[in-house]
C-alpha cells in the first residue's frame, strides 16, 4: 500500500549479526505493529507501538527489540540473529477512527528475512 | 495467548460452488472480528470488521456473519470463482481495540476450474 512501506524487501544475514528492519507510513497512524509471518503458525504478533516512544510485547517477542523515535518510523532490531528467527516480517498501522481501524488493518509488503 | 481457530484447513472446491469456512475466537472481552484475504507473494487485504453480534457484512460474493456470544464467524463465498483462490485469515482483537490481531492460521481455498 501506498501509505506503509518496508525495507529492506528481502535480507539474508549470518547467525549472530544486528540486524533492523524498517516500517515507515505516511499516514499519521499511532498504532504499529511487527507480525512475523511462518508456515503452520500464521502471523504472529512481535511487538506493537500506540504512539511515539510507547511500545509494547507481544505474543513472540524474546529475541526482538523495538523503537519508535518518530510517528511515521517504527524499527524492528534483531540483537543477534538466529536460524529461527528466518521469516516473513509484516508491519502493518492502524488508527482509532480510521479506514484502517473500522475497515481492516493496512500491511506493507513483508520483508524475507533469511538467517544462514 | 488468544486462541483463534480457523477450519478447515484447506479447501478444494470446483469453479461456481458456494463454500463456507468457520473461525472461532475468545467469547469474552470481544472488541472486533476482522477477515483478510491473502494472496501468495502479497500483503494481507481486509475484508470485513465485524465489532457487533449478530452482524452480517457482504462485499460481492463474499459474507460473514458473526456471533460474540458463542464465539464464532462464518465467511461464505458464493459461486467461486478462480480468483477467490487464496488464503482467508480471521483476527480477534480484545479489550480497547489496540493491542493487535490475534491472527488464525487461515484457510486456505483453492478454486479448481
Known amino acids: ?21 524498517r516500517c515507515h507510513q505516511t499516514e ?12 503452520g503458525h500464521g502471523l504472529r504478533l512481535i511487538h506493537y507501538s500506540y504512539g511515539v516512544k510507547d511500545t509494547d510485547k507481544g505474543e513472540v517477542s524474546d529475541g526482538y527489540s523495538v523503537s519508535r523515535s518518530k510517528t511515521e518510523d517504527f524499527l524492528l532490531t534483531l540483537e543477534s540473529a538466529t536460524s529461527s528467527q528466518t521469516s516473513v516480517y509484516f508491519c502493518a498501522i492502524s488508527e482509532v477512527g480510521s479506514t484502517s481501524w473500522n475497515y481492516g488493518y493496512t500491511f506493507g509488503s513483508g520483508t524475507r528475512l533469511t538467517v544462514v | 495467548i488468544l486462541n483463534v481457530e480457523q477450519s478447515p484447513q ?52 463474499i459474507s460473514a456473519t458473526l456471533n460474540t456470544k458463542e464465539g464464532y464467524s462464518y465467511l461464505y463465498i458464493k459461486g467461486s470463482q478462480p480468483e477467490d ?26 478454486i479448481q476450474p
Open chain 1, 1 to 21: 500500500d501506498a501509505g506503509i512501506t518496508q525495507s529492506p524487501r528481502h535480507k539474508v544475514t549470518e547467525t549472530g549479526t544486528p540486524v533492523t528492519l
Open chain 1, 28 to 39: 499519521n497512524h499511532r498504532y504499529m505493529y511487527w507480525y512475523r509471518q511462518d508456515p
Open chain 2, 85 to 110: 483462490s487464496a488464503t482467508y485469515l480471521c483476527a480477534f482483537i480484545a479489550g480497547g481495540g489496540a493491542d493487535g490481531l490475534t491472527f488464525g492460521k487461515g484457510t486456505h481455498l483453492i
Open chain 2, 10 to 61: 484447506s479447501l478444494h472446491v470446483q469453479e461456481g460452488d458456494s463454500t463456507n469456512f468457520t473461525c472461532s475466537f475468545p467469547s469474552s472481552n470481544f472488541y472486533a472480528l476482522h477477515w483478510y484475504r491473502w494472496e501468495t507473494a502479497k500483503s494481507p487485504e481486509a475484508l470485513f470488521v465485524m465489532t457487533l453480534n449478530g452482524d452480517e457484512k457482504k462485499k460481492g460474493r
